[in-house]
């Protein structure tokens, strides 16, 4: 009974999508790290299954958010924005790993590069549209937020630039860090700045203000 149903919730609900594909992650990692450890053969195998609940998981979790009544995270920039942190994240942590190979300041790079570009692309695109609650979430991030909003790119830029002097872990670490607060800021600003469908116009103004 209990198996019936959760794959009825399975069928049904992202959020158990979420739990379940995580749930499969962190046991395929768990397996592809003991493989690693005692040289097995296949590793290879369950290193790919871990890109795989990885990057389904990020998906799911992302598709929580596509709710009409939040038309700011209701659109595809949401999607990508949730895949750019987790590459971004990922790369970040592989360079202090393996000491900053060319391969992941590579990865990071061109991570966070699509992470600017995406960003670039959906502020114009809450400037242009006419929907109020897209009007408001752009008024929120270039008024009441908009020293957060400065904040993020700043770290993200500096984190960037500094990237390729990360040859030691005294130096990876700290530029790792500047990376990782610009995208705990990014995801700040993805839940504070969203205006809901039923938001007095008159509240949306004077935060603005």
Same mark, same amino acid.
């Given at each position: 009974i209990h198996a019936v149903r959760a794959m009825k919730m399975w069928r049904r609900s992202w959020l158990s999508r979420e739990v379940l594909l995580f749930t499969l992650f962190a046991n395929a990692a768990a397996a592809y790290s003991a493989a690693l450890w005692? &040289?097995?053969p296949g590793a290879i195998y369950l290193g790919g299954l871990t890109v795989l609940f990885g990057v389904a998981g990020v998906g799911a979790s992302a598709r929580l958010y596509l709710v009409p009544g939040r038309p700011a995270w209701n659109s595809?920039?949401?999607i990508l924005e949730f895949y750019l942190t987790s590459a971004l994240l990922g790369s970040v942590g592989a360079n202090i790993l393996?000491? &900053?190979s060319s391969l992941t300041q590579s990865i990071t790079i061109?991570?966070?590069l699509a992470t600017v570009i995406v960003g670039g692309l959906k502020i114009i695109w809450l400037a242009r549209s006419k929907v109020?609650?897209?009007?408001?979430a752009f008024s929120l991030l270039f008024a009441a937020l908009s020293n957060r909003?400065?904040?993020r790119f700043v770290l993200l830029s500096t984190g960037l630039i500094l990237l390729p002097f990360a040859q030691t872990s005294w130096t990876a670490i700290p530029i790792a860090l500047?990376?990782?607060?610009?995208?705990?800021m990014s995801r700040y600003l993805f839940f504070v700045s969203v205006v809901p469908t039923n938001i007095a116009t008159e509240y949306l103004a004077a935060e603005a203000a």
């Open positions: 005692l &040289s097995l595809p920039f949401t393996n000491h &900053s061109y991570a966070g109020h609650e897209l009007q408001g909003f400065l904040l500047a990376l990782i607060a610009g995208e705990f």
